[in-house]
């Protein structure tokens, strides 16, 4: 009997230990440039991170991706805490600095920053994660971007674009993605295609992995103006046959 309760709770074990478990790390905060004044720093995090189901090493170096791609460090090796906490405090300097002793007011003095971050889903052996980053300094509005992280779910290891194909496959690339967005645009926005520089639309490492091909994100101001804000093209697996490794 004893026997077979120790390989029940062995295979409960293994099943747990195989089953990908993440949490999200969130802080908030709203401070007031002065008291009783309506200028305010807004600031947000919401960061999902990998917490099981993988072997550690490999989830300490998704985790430390994340960390170092959401806060733009290149050392991740402190915690995402530590990471987050820090961020904020200099960010609060920055913006006492930049604000704080002014004898003159002078316009927007409230700035926002926004920072989430989430699995987006696995395809065969990779794992999407999608990044947005949102800041307001004043002016006409704020910047918003996307970044797409994809990671080995085995290693744990953040995969380059040029891994997945063969050398020299950024110029027929480059040619089926403006193909792409132009179909695109001459379909939903025709009236705004030729607002995209296409010359500069070439794939540019930020991309995600599906069952329907490959997508690549541009950022505002990137390949068109504002006004167009984020650029997505796909590429079928069809498409991206004859380049893939």
Not at 124 to 145: C, D, E, M, P, V
Not at 159 to 174: H, N, T, W
Request: aromatic share 12%; charged share 20%; with cysteine.
């Amino acid at each position: 009997m004893k026997k077979v309760l120790l390989i029940a709770s062995a295979l409960l074990l293994l099943a747990s230990c195989n089953r990908f478990g993440t949490r999200t790390y969130q802080d908030d905060l709203v401070m007031p440039l002065a008291e009783a004044s309506a200028d305010s720093l807004f600031f947000s995090i919401s960061l999902e991170y990998a917490t099981g189901g993988m072997l550690i090493p490999a989830m300490d170096r998704m985790n430390s991706a994340i960390i170092g791609h959401a806060f733009d460090v290149e050392d991740a090796s402190a915690t995402l805490e530590e990471t987050a906490v820090r961020y904020r405090e200099n960010l609060i300097d920055e913006y006492l600095t930049e604000n704080g002793d002014q004898e003159e007011p002078h316009g927007v003095l409230t700035w926002e920053d926004q920072i989430t971050g989430s699995f987006t889903g696995d395809y065969k052996k990779w794992k999407n994660y999608s990044l947005t980053y949102y800041s307001f300094r004043g002016g006409a509005h704020g910047i918003q971007t996307l970044s797409q992280l994809v990671f080995d779910k085995k290693t744990g290891e953040l995969i380059p674009e040029a891994s997945l194909f063969v050398p020299d496959y950024q110029e027929p690339l480059a040619e089926l993605l403006k193909e792409a967005i132009r179909q695109s645009m001459e379909k939903e926005y025709p009236e705004l295609l030729s607002l995209v520089e296409m010359q500069e639309v070439q794939p540019n490492g930020n991309f995600s992995l599906g069952p329907n091909g490959i997508q690549w994100v541009f950022q505002p101001y990137e390949v068109a103006p504002y006004a167009l804000e984020t650029v997505m093209a796909t590429l079928s697996w069809e498409q991206l046959k004859p380049y893939l490794l």
